[in-house]
T-cell receptor, first 107, second 113 residues
Framework: ELKVEQNPLFLSMQEGKNYTIYCNYS?????LYWYRQDPGKSLESLFV?????AVKQEGRLMASLDTKARLSTLHITAAVHDLSATYFC???????FGAGTRLTVKP | DAGVIQSPRHEVTEMGQEVTLRCKPI?????LFWYRQTMMRGLELLIY????????DSGMPEDRFSAKMPNASFSTLKIQPSEPRDSAVYFC???????????FGPGTRLTVL
């Protein structure tokens, strides 16, 4: 059974700092997705990573995929308060989601 | 584009009642997904359709749950009879094959008393 593990599950960081969220998965897959969810809201697609070595960037967020290590990272650069949300990764095989990382950015 | 449309947005019902959740995918999208989100279990894929055909329903919790997609623009998720443990937010999502980006609807918050 495919397992998707995110860490950390909770992340509190100061504005201006950098940090990385990790997403490990247990079986072979060449597609990985990152989503953002604000409290009480739906999920918004951030990145779709389709191949080994894929790297995508949007603003202060950068996502990468290493299919050999079965690992994806979501890197946050110079965090701002607006990035506070829960971030999910999902693996394509059966669209299994990680537990989510609840990010809080403090001034 | 109106995005994925779900109705109702909120539903409160009593245990034992039938509940029907509805979803209209984005026009032109040929895959549709139903998810359930709870604090305890996170986000779970219940079932997904491709070209109106159910492909994987292994996530459907039990026989009380059923889903249909009679045409490309409409799907339903039915719970009969409902139980308090079914209380959750149910999301519908759609995507267009080969484009890979999945779009989520606003969700239906179901409370079963």
């Amino acid at each position: 059974e495919l397992k998707v593990e995110q860490n950390p599950l909770f992340l509190s960081m100061q504005e201006g700092k950098n940090y990385t969220i990790y997403c490990n998965y247990s079986t072979t897959s060449d597609r990985l997705y990152w989503y953002r969810q604000d409290p009480g809201k739906s999920l918004e697609s951030l990145f779709v990573l389709l191949s080994n070595g894929a790297v995508k960037q949007e603003g202060r967020l950068m996502a990468s995929l290493d299919t050999k290590a079965r690992l994806s990272t979501l890197h946050i650069t110079a965090a701002v308060h607006d990035l506070s949300a829960t971030y999910f990764c999902a693996v394509d095989n059966d669209m299994r989601f990680g537990a989510g990382t609840r990010l809080t950015v403090k001034p | 584009d109106a995005g994925v449309i779900q109705s109702p947005r909120h539903e409160v019902t009593e245990m034992g009642q039938e509940v029907t959740l509805r979803c209209k995918p984005i026009s032109g999208h040929n895959s549709l997904f139903w998810y359930r989100q709870t604090m305890m279990r996170g986000l779970e894929l219940l079932i997904y359709f491709n070209n109106n055909v159910p492909i994987d329903d292994s996530g459907m919790p039990e026989d009380r749950f059923s889903a249909k997609m009679p045409n490309a623009s409409f799907s339903t998720l039915k719970i009969q009879p409902s139980e308090p443990r079914d209380s959750a937010v149910y999301f519908c999502a759609s995507l267009r094959d080969n484009y890979n980006e999945q779009f989520f609807g606003p969700g239906t918050r179901l409370t079963v008393l």
